[in-house]
Structure formats: C-alpha cells, structure tokens
T-cell receptor
Framework: GEDVEQSLFLSVREGDSSVINCTYT??????LYWYKQEPGAGLQLLTY?????DMKQDQRLTVLLNKKDKHLSLRIADTQTGDSAIYFC?????????FGPGTRLSVLP | EPEVTQTPSHQVTQMGQEVILRCVPI?????FYWYRQILGQKVEFLVS????????KSEIFDDQFSVERPDGSNFTLKIRSTKLEDSAMYFC??????????FGEGSRLTVL
C-alpha cells in the first residue's frame, strides 16, 4: 500500500532553521501537505503544495518537493518555541489521505 | 473562519459499550472522513463518506464501526461494542473539491 515516511524526532535551537523531511510512495498524488499537531489538539493544516510545483514559500515556511525522488521537506525559518509540535506529512491518495508517522520538533531555548 | 467541530472532546467507556462520536463538518463541504490516532502512533484513515454513502474504508473499519449523516449537518461514527484497542483520538475531517482537508480537534476515546 501507499506509505509516507518521516524521521521521528528533530531538535533545534530557538532562532535556527528546522528542516523536516518526508518521503512518499504514491507518484499520482495531486497535493502534498504538512499538518501541525500541538499537544492534545487536532491537526492543523500548515501548508500544501501542488504536485507540479517544486517550491512554495509562505512566510517562515518553505516547502520543497522533489518529485523524482518523492521527497518533500518543510523548512521553518527562525524557529520559535511555539513551533514545538508534531509535524505530519501527508499525501492524497484517491479520496484518502495517507499520513506519515509525524516528526516531533523540539525547540530548545 | 469555518471549522469542523467534534463532540465529545473526551469519552470514557467500558469495554463492550457502544459509543457515538459526533462531528459537524464545514457546511459547504461534500466529503467527510474519520481518522484515528492511537497514542504515540500515526494518523490512520478509517472511512470516507460522500453523497450519503461510504466511498472508501480501511481494514480497520470493520463491522463494529458505522457512520451516518443523520441530518444535513452531523456526521457520526458509531463503535458498536468497544474494545480496549479502540482507545485513541478520533479525528473528523471534511473537504470540498479543492483538496484542503480540515480537521476537527478530535475526540479522545478511552476504553476501560
């Protein structure tokens, strides 16, 4: 079946950039997504990228898509303590969305 | 800003009991979903619903589960006879044709 993989943990210092990586298997996805989950909360859509784009920038967030390698990344510039959360990569697969396991981002002061 | 709302936020139940989780999707959305997340694990697809019927379901969504849209606004997930392993956070989501999936805050189910 379709699979989305992410590294599980990332620690960065406040003010540094964070890069969260994701690989996926379904090359027919139309969109790829990044969701953020804060402790005890629901999934919040951060950003998404159309599959024929290479890059999308939205304020502190930069999404890079390498379709050939099926690799998606999320860069957070000037990471703040409020960015501490779990970040899920997801791809659409038919009417379904397939999520990665999530990357827990810890921001150290 | 429109949002998906879910109730209850937390439910504790005894094993074998029936549970109904409720969701109010965004009003002009056409596709509705239930996902679950067992503590510390990945978000898993359960079922999608369109045009008053199930359009896709995962192997997790067995005969113990059912979904219903009883009126124009609610979308419910029923678990007929809960098991310990049903303990999880259940997320409702909805979208229109544009693809962006909006999630509710989740309903935490604890089965004792």
């Amino acid at each position: 079946g379709e699979d989305v993989e992410q590294s599980l943990f990332l620690s960065v210092r406040e003010g540094d950039s964070s890069v969260i990586n994701c690989t996926y298997t379904d090359s027919s996805s139309t969109y790829l997504y990044w969701y953020k989950q804060e402790p005890g909360a629901g999934l919040q859509l951060l950003t998404y990228i159309f599959s024929n784009m290479d890059m999308k920038q939205d304020q502190r967030l930069t999404v890079l898509l390498n379709k050939k390698d099926k690799h998606l990344s999320l860069r957070i510039a000037d990471t703040q303590t409020g960015d501490s959360a779990i970040y899920f990569c997801a791809e659409d697969y038919g009417q379904n969305f397939v999520f990665g396991p999530g990357t827990r981002l810890s921001v150290l002061p | 800003e429109p949002e998906v709302t879910q109730t209850p936020s937390h439910q504790v139940t005894q094993m074998g009991q029936e549970v109904i989780l409720r969701c109010v999707p965004i009003s002009n959305h056409l596709y509705f979903y239930w996902y679950r997340q067992i503590l510390g694990q990945k978000v898993e697809f359960l079922v999608s619903f369109y045009n008053n019927e199930i359009s896709e379901k995962s192997e997790i969504f067995d005969d113990q589960f059912s979904v219903e849209r009883p009126d124009g606004s609610n979308f419910t997930l029923k678990i007929r006879s809960t098991k310990l392993e049903d303990s999880a956070m259940y997320f409702c989501a909805s979208n229109s044709d544009t693809g962006e999936l909006f999630f509710g805050e989740g309903s935490r189910l604890t089965v004792l």
